[in-house]
């Protein structure tokens, strides 16, 4: 679990660097953005879904709030007899 969060949070990191550069759409753009008339790729180019986008800044961004808090977080529920699930993770 805590090898996919890292893997979720690298996403988030990555996606909005290509954002930045130009190399992806950003939040509403369409069309031709691109000068020699391509159009940019989006999230479903890229075989993705702006929910798992989502879900990966939100790990992100609550891994830089408060750090190590998935690692704690699975570590209560492994103490507590419970399984650490995906849920468990979630923001």
């Not at 290509?18 to 020699?36: L, T, Y």
């Not at 999230?43 to 929910?51: E, H, N, Q, S, W």
């Amino acid at each position: 679990m805590e090898i996919e969060a890292q893997a979720k949070r690298r996403l988030a990191d990555e996606y909005d660097a290509a954002q930045e550069r130009g190399e992806v759409a950003a939040n509403g753009q369409r069309g031709k953005a691109v000068p020699d008339g391509n159009s940019l790729a989006t999230v479903a180019d890229l075989g993705l879904t702006r929910k798992a986008i989502h879900e990966a800044r939100q790990l992100r961004d609550a891994e830089a709030a408060d750090p190590g808090v998935i690692r704690r977080t699975l570590d209560a529920r492994l103490a507590e007899g419970r399984e650490p699930t995906k849920a468990a993770v979630r923001v």
